[in-house]
């Protein structure tokens, strides 16, 4: 499976971005996907989760700031980024959670950064 992820750019704090994911899988709505973030000298964190019925999960940290969706039809993800502060300056990633772990090798991700 291929996940392509695109949407990142440099934007000042308080503004908004919007992600987006396509997945090449052919089974993409039957499964959750995520949005994962590693920033500079940290590890690999998510951020954010979608069953296959479109419910949403959210770490604390991006809480009412951040909105996932989905397009089964698309097979896409999407993370709509408000409020945008300096600490969410990261690569995004979009994937499969399984457990701990993730299903899918890596894309590329895309950038985010956030000027303060």
């Known amino acids: 499976v291929q996940l392509v992820e695109s949407g990142g750019g440099l934007v000042q704090a308080g503004g908004s971005l919007r992600l987006s994911c396509v997945s090449s899988?052919?089974?993409?709505?039957?499964?959750?996907m995520g949005w994962y973030r590693r920033a500079p000298g940290k590890q690999r964190e998510l951020v954010a989760s979608i069953s296959s019925s479109s419910a949403t999960n959210y770490a604390d940290s991006v809480k009412g700031r951040f909105t996932m969706s989905r397009d089964n039809a698309k097979r896409m993800v999407y993370l709509q980024m408000n409020s945008l502060k300096p600490e969410d300056t990261a690569v995004y990633y979009c994937n499969r959670p399984n457990g701990a772990e993730v299903a899918y090798d890596w894309g590329q991700g895309t950038q985010v950064t956030v000027s303060s």
């Open positions: 899988s052919t089974v993409f709505s039957f499964f959750p």
